[in-house]
């Protein structure tokens, strides 16, 4: 099962910030939390990853709580074309596979 | 950008039949998977592969399922006879590091079991 929870559903409008929120409270010391998402049954997608620092890429920011038991992902302009599905996916040394969740549905509207 | 890329699109196939759905991982990467999706279900791990060899397997993956890397290019799902069930979205994916990198997943193959 997945070790994440993540709400089912969230709107942004367009050009605001997405602030997609994860709970992953039984995290471990050795594990990451990963993002990806999946538009529209598309393959998924690797969004960014951390382990206990802030990370940034192109793409979005991941913000970890200092506890490590929670997380936030940011779009910080939000598009039409982010409309997907989010994942937050908590993966350790020695995990092989990820483990998907039902994940976050992410819809922006003009 | 470097792509993961699967064939066919949209495989339909009679039950019973065998099926061969074909990836072409990126040209670095060393550790590849295959994950399926039913419709309106979660994305599924079925197996892991690296080095020549079944890493790693899920209860999925039973004895009608194999996999394949038969040259330096290409990886492939083979299921020897298909049920209704086996009906999904296989993805395949590939990364460069199994903790510190993400991975590329392909655009999938639809597989249509009738």
């Known amino acids: 099962d997945a070790k994440t929870t993540q709400p089912p559903s969230m709107d942004c409008a367009e050009g605001r910030a997405a602030n997609l929120p994860c709970n992953h409270s039984t995290i471990s010391g050795n594990e990451y939390v990963y993002w990806y998402r999946q538009i529209h049954s598309q393959g998924p997608q690797y969004i960014i990853h951390?382990?206990?620092n802030n990370e940034t890429n192109e793409m979005a920011s991941l913000i970890i709580t200092e506890d490590r038991k929670s997380s936030t992902l940011i779009l910080p302009h939000a598009t039409l074309r982010d409309t997907a599905v989010y994942y937050c996916i908590v993966r350790g040394v020695g995990d092989d596979k990820l483990i998907f969740g039902t994940g976050t549905r992410l819809q922006v509207f003009p | 950008e470097p792509e993961v890329t699967q064939t066919p699109s949209h495989q339909v196939t009679q039950m019973g039949q065998e099926v061969i759905l074909r990836c072409v991982p990126i040209s670095n990467h060393l550790y590849f998977y295959w994950y399926r999706q039913i419709l309106g279900q979660k994305v599924e791990f079925l197996v892991s592969?690296?080095?020549?060899?079944?890493?790693?397997k899920s209860e999925i993956f039973d004895d009608q399922f194999s996999v394949e890397r038969p040259d330096g290019s290409n990886f492939t799902l083979k299921i020897r006879s298909t049920k209704l069930e086996d009906s999904a979205m296989y993805f395949c994916?590939?990364?460069?590091?199994?903790?510190?990198?993400?991975?590329?997943f392909g655009s999938g193959t639809r597989l249509t079991v009738v």
């Open positions: 951390g382990l206990k």
């Open positions: 592969f690296y080095n020549n060899e079944i890493s790693e």
């Open positions: 994916a590939s990364t460069a590091g199994v903790l510190l990198q993400g991975y590329t």
